[in-house]
């Protein structure tokens, strides 16, 4: 819960991988779909440099109004 806002404060972790720019893609199309979300982190790994894909994990906090507000 969110203070006197009535909100209530959902994280979530995603593991994502795929190539750079469509993890990117990924990101920028859930913030527009969720714009009660805010993206609270990103870390990116490459295990080899010669890997055409990264693996991400990011973390989300989803804003809900309380129930019956």
Do not use: M
Request: proline share 7%; aromatic share 8%.
């Amino acid at each position: 819960r969110e203070g006197d806002a009535r909100l209530r404060r959902y994280q979530v972790t995603l593991p994502v991988r795929g190539p750079y720019r469509g993890v990117r893609q990924f990101v920028s199309a859930a913030l527009r779909t969720l714009p009660n979300a805010a993206l609270e982190q990103v870390s990116f790994q490459r295990p080899r440099i010669e890997d055409g894909e990264v693996e991400a994990q990011l973390r989300l906090t989803i804003y809900l109004p309380e129930a019956g507000t």
